[in-house]
């Protein structure tokens, strides 16, 4: 496939040149967006939908249930439609625990640590949630020292285990960055229940992210290659491949004709991160000052018709400061307009 055609599938796919009319409707289709920055999440929802959806609008879907946000794959947090998380982790869970084994055999964590945690959260859960800090808090209070990523793990795994997800935003001045953890079991009305949980996988990477293939999968997945196989074995009847082992949906977004060809796009963004090779939408020789870096941040990024061709920061843009382009040329007052498209995000 051409390098151009696939940009152009991409973009659609993405819904970055055909957004969705609701901020549901963008979650939806992409399935899961990564989101350990939480604000860089927010926003990878609110660019795909159409008009300027507000920061409040988004934190909005959180406090209806209809959003979430839990480690989904690779051990890594995720925004994902509330009904869809149950599915997805019976998917993900396991090969999740797998990575992380060692880790919490180093900090002691075993079943019975996971059982004292859960009998004590339970009951603080039942009223409104409880922030990480107060989380932490309960687990101190029976004698499990949460510093050193134990408090981290443990959430996680009750979160693998389907027992609490992350929901309402906590309201705070500004831009709100932390969320309550909540029991799944009252929070969530409604859990989808696909026939084939790994072929439906596979279906909806491809339906948010295609042209793509089985090494993208397994990157994004956090699946093995076999697994990342066997997937698409079950799912070829939902896809159309479009070149040697590159699929796309066979129900597409259709493009706006009014969509802008500059975009800011947040860290970590799906449209960089979710692809086991990124040399489609950004030079090699820029791949190292988009991350993933040492400490395995990925920047946010200026995108002109599909390809890389900038940084920026949350923070620098608030401030109205330049972002870091990396080449002369390009279109500053669409660039100032993609970066206003941001802040007005964040005013809202």
Same mark, same amino acid.
């Given at each position: 496939m051409k390098t151009a055609t696939l940009i152009a599938e991409r973009l659609r796919s993405h819904r970055l040149s055909a957004p969705a009319r609701t901020v549901a409707g963008a979650a939806s289709h992409m399935l899961a967006v990564q989101s350990q920055d939480f604000t860089a999440g927010r926003w990878a929802l609110a660019a795909r939908t159409r008009g300027e959806p507000t920061l409040s609008a988004v934190d909005g879907a959180f406090a209806r249930g209809d959003l979430v946000r839990a480690w989904t794959m690779?051990?890594?947090?995720?925004?994902?439609? /509330?009904? @869809?998380? %149950?599915?997805? $982790? !019976? +998917?993900? &869970? *396991?090969? #999740?625990? /797998? #990575?992380? /084994?060692? %880790?919490? %055999?180093d900090l002691g964590i075993d079943g019975a640590m996971v059982a004292? +945690? +859960?009998? /004590?959260? +339970?009951p603080r859960l039942r009223d409104g949630g409880l922030t990480r800090a107060e989380m932490f808090e309960v687990f101190t209070g029976v004698g499990i020292d949460p !510093?050193? #990523?134990?408090?981290?793990?443990?959430?996680?795994?009750m979160t693998l285990d389907g027992l609490i997800c992350q929901g309402p935003v906590v309201e705070r001045d500004g831009v709100g960055r932390e969320q309550r953890f909540v029991l799944v079991d009252e929070h969530i009305a409604e859990h989808a229940t696909p026939e084939d949980p790994i072929a439906e996988l596979f279906v909806r990477y491809i339906d948010g992210h295609g042209p793509a293939g089985v090494a993208d999968f397994a990157w994004w997945s956090g699946l093995t290659l076999g697994q990342s196989r066997e997937a698409l074995t079950r799912a070829r009847g939902g896809l159309a491949e479009v070149d040697d082992g590159v699929f796309v949906s066979t129900v597409r977004p259709r493009r706006t004709s009014?969509?802008?060809?500059? $975009?800011? $796009?947040g860290a970590f963004d799906e449209?960089?991160?979710?692809? =086991?090779?990124?040399? &489609?939408?950004?030079?090699? *020789?820029?791949?190292a000052l988009v991350g993933p870096g040492k400490n395995g941040m990925v920047r946010a990024t200026i995108v002109s018709d599909g390809r890389v061709i900038g940084c920026w920061t949350h923070a620098?843009? !608030?401030?109205?400061?330049?972002?870091?382009?990396?080449?002369?040329?390009? @279109?500053?007052?669409?660039? %100032?307009?993609?970066? =206003?498209?941001?802040?007005?995000? $964040? @005013?809202?």
């Amino acid at each position: 496939m051409k390098t151009a055609t696939l940009i152009a599938e991409r973009l659609r796919s993405h819904r970055l040149s055909a957004p969705a009319r609701t901020v549901a409707g963008a979650a939806s289709h992409m399935l899961a967006v990564q989101s350990q920055d939480f604000t860089a999440g927010r926003w990878a929802l609110a660019a795909r939908t159409r008009g300027e959806p507000t920061l409040s609008a988004v934190d909005g879907a959180f406090a209806r249930g209809d959003l979430v946000r839990a480690w989904t794959m690779r051990g890594t947090l995720h925004i994902i439609p /509330a009904r @869809d998380l %149950r599915w997805v $982790l !019976s +998917v993900t &869970a *396991e090969r #999740q625990r /797998a #990575q992380a /084994a060692g %880790r919490r %055999r180093d900090l002691g964590i075993d079943g019975a640590m996971v059982a004292a +945690v +859960v009998a /004590a959260v +339970v009951p603080r859960l039942r009223d409104g949630g409880l922030t990480r800090a107060e989380m932490f808090e309960v687990f101190t209070g029976v004698g499990i020292d949460p !510093s050193g #990523q134990r408090g981290i793990h443990l959430l996680s795994e009750m979160t693998l285990d389907g027992l609490i997800c992350q929901g309402p935003v906590v309201e705070r001045d500004g831009v709100g960055r932390e969320q309550r953890f909540v029991l799944v079991d009252e929070h969530i009305a409604e859990h989808a229940t696909p026939e084939d949980p790994i072929a439906e996988l596979f279906v909806r990477y491809i339906d948010g992210h295609g042209p793509a293939g089985v090494a993208d999968f397994a990157w994004w997945s956090g699946l093995t290659l076999g697994q990342s196989r066997e997937a698409l074995t079950r799912a070829r009847g939902g896809l159309a491949e479009v070149d040697d082992g590159v699929f796309v949906s066979t129900v597409r977004p259709r493009r706006t004709s009014g969509a802008a060809n500059v $975009l800011a $796009l947040g860290a970590f963004d799906e449209y960089y991160i979710s692809y =086991a090779d990124r040399t &489609a939408v950004c030079a090699p *020789e820029h791949l190292a000052l988009v991350g993933p870096g040492k400490n395995g941040m990925v920047r946010a990024t200026i995108v002109s018709d599909g390809r890389v061709i900038g940084c920026w920061t949350h923070a620098s843009a !608030s401030l109205g400061s330049e972002p870091e382009l990396f080449a002369p040329g390009a @279109d500053e007052e669409a660039v %100032r307009s993609a970066l =206003a498209r941001f802040t007005r995000f $964040l @005013d809202g």
